[in-house]
């Protein structure tokens, strides 16, 4: 058992919104706080829910009313958020402060105050990046190469991001470890009986956006249906790129195989892939395609474009690679419908045991507890120090940064003058969060106690031996 920790998860996304980096954090919370460890988590508000709530387990997360400018990124002053941030530290007696995702505004503001409050700092990276467009170069220089300059520790999920993340913010890549996602495994139960019975699907669930690859979907799907006239398809999801595809289905006369199911909550996804045999994934980039897991624990076969970290997902076995272009990817479908209809595909059941096996959360959780662990064991960061790294990084935009964080660091020192650090009440002892934890505990005796006398109930009932044979025979 290592010794507890107290990690401050911070991001942008996260709860009531339904994501990837959404899922990470709070089933990563939710496993930390089962080893022991201290976790809160730290958001903006979301509609009416602001201030301090309580999630299942205890988990205590902070939504702050930052105000969100676009695609659910908050517009902060940095050193105008240093008041409640430093608070929020001193509150909850943070170690660890752990920024996720490149595009979180709150993730960076975070680290930026944490390691000149003398905190460890950790970054987990969920995306792949270019390095020719402006957006890129805009995100590179002012996001990573400065911003991850005093970073203690990074984590990224394949082992091509972990390339990319080194590339763009000039990471020493020891500092840099690799650790995939996960999925609930038990949430994503196959269905034989459809997997079987119903006529050959295909199912398709992202963003209908150019960079998960619409264009290519909105051009193979009107070939596979005319070479398979028995095959459908099951679309999910919603984006600027919905129009193109309706009007493809209008032209080609498919509206009839073609399902459009629109944006699905995350409870329903599973309902959905069962349906189908095999699942496409059409994306031209990705650092870790979560949802081809939850598919091949479906027990569906995956066709997907080799990009990014896509290849290292899945075993050979259980998935199809192909070029992402138009005649790659319908080649590709040709095959897998072929196996199918073949019967060659692998078993679901079998599948979903696999995957079961090379997925868990407990496991990432176990990994990312090492990761903490390491970096706990170095040195504070001088303030002269960390002001160095900056120049270091680029002489340009270095200096701003530069001057920003000494600028910070007069604050801090005029606010542990005003107000002390010892002074600041600590959140420990909130009732809510007792409530909640012992709520927990006794749901769980009782599950508990409810298995020992069903486990009693079966062996009373259970006949002899010889009773059954006799019953049998």
Not at 212 to 229: E, F, N, Q, T, W
Request: aromatic share 10%.
């Amino acid at each position: 058992m290592a010794k507890p920790m107290r990690i401050a998860l911070v991001s942008d996304f996260f709860c009531p919104n339904a994501g990837g980096v959404e899922t990470h954090i709070y089933f990563l919370a939710q496993c930390l706080l089962k080893f022991g460890h201290k976790v809160i988590v730290i958001t903006h508000g979301y509609g009416s829910r602001k201030g301090i709530r309580y999630l299942s387990n205890g988990l205590k997360v902070y939504y702050l009313p930052f105000a969100v400018v676009y695609n659910g990124c908050t517009l902060t002053s940095i050193v105008g958020d240093l008041p409640i941030y430093r608070w929020i530290y001193a509150r909850e007696g943070i170690e660890i402060v752990h920024g996720h995702s490149t595009f979180s505004s709150m993730a960076h503001v975070a680290l930026f105050h944490g390691w000149q409050l003398g905190l460890r700092t950790v970054f987990t990276d969920h995306s792949l990046f270019g390095f020719a467009d402006a957006s890129s170069i805009f995100m590179n220089l002012l996001a990573m190469q400065y911003s991850l300059a005093q970073l203690n520790k990074a984590i990224c999920v394949s082992y091509t991001s972990k390339e990319n993340t080194v590339l763009r913010s000039n990471l020493d890549p020891h500092k840099v470890s690799t650790i995939p996602n996960a999925i609930q495994t038990q949430l994503f139960q196959p269905d034989p009986e459809q997997f079987y019975n119903n006529p050959t699907t295909i199912v398709y669930l992202g963003r209908l956006v150019y960079r998960k690859g619409a264009d290519l979907l909105c051009d193979v799907i009107p070939r596979i249906c005319s070479r398979y006239p028995q095959v459908h398809f099951v679309i999910g999801g919603d984006g600027e790129k919905r129009i193109e595809m309706e009007q493809m289905l209008e032209r080609a006369d498919l509206q009839l195989r073609v399902r459009m199911l629109g944006m699905l909550p995350h409870d329903q996804v599973r309902n959905v892939l069962v349906q189908g045999q095999i699942f496409v994934n059409t994306s031209l980039t990705e650092a870790f395609c979560t949802s081809i897991v939850e598919a091949a624990s479906c027990g569906l076969h995956v066709v997907s474009t080799r990009v990014g970290g896509v290849p290292e997902v899945l075993p050979p076995q259980y998935i199809s690679l192909a070029d992402p272009t138009p005649r790659a990817l319908f080649f590709a479908l040709c095959e897998s419908i072929d196996r199918r209809e073949k019967g060659e595909l692998p078993d679901p059941m079998e599948k979903h045991k696999e995957i079961e096996k090379m997925y868990v959360w407990s496991d990432v959780a176990a990994r990312t507890q090492i990761v903490y662990e390491s970096a706990m064991e170095e040195p504070r960061m001088k303030w002269s120090d960390g002001l160095w790294r900056y120049v270091e990084a680029g002489p340009g935009f270095g200096v701003v940064w530069m001057m920003a964080a000494a600028f910070n660091m007069l604050l801090i020192t005029l606010m542990q003058w005003w107000r002390p650090v010892e002074c600041i009440p600590c959140g420990d002892s909130d009732w809510p969060r007792r409530v909640v934890v012992h709520r927990e505990k006794m749901k769980e005796k009782e599950e508990e106690m409810e298995g020992k006398n069903q486990g009693r109930q079966r062996g009373e009932r259970t006949p002899p031996e010889d009773d059954r044979r006799t019953t049998t025979s």
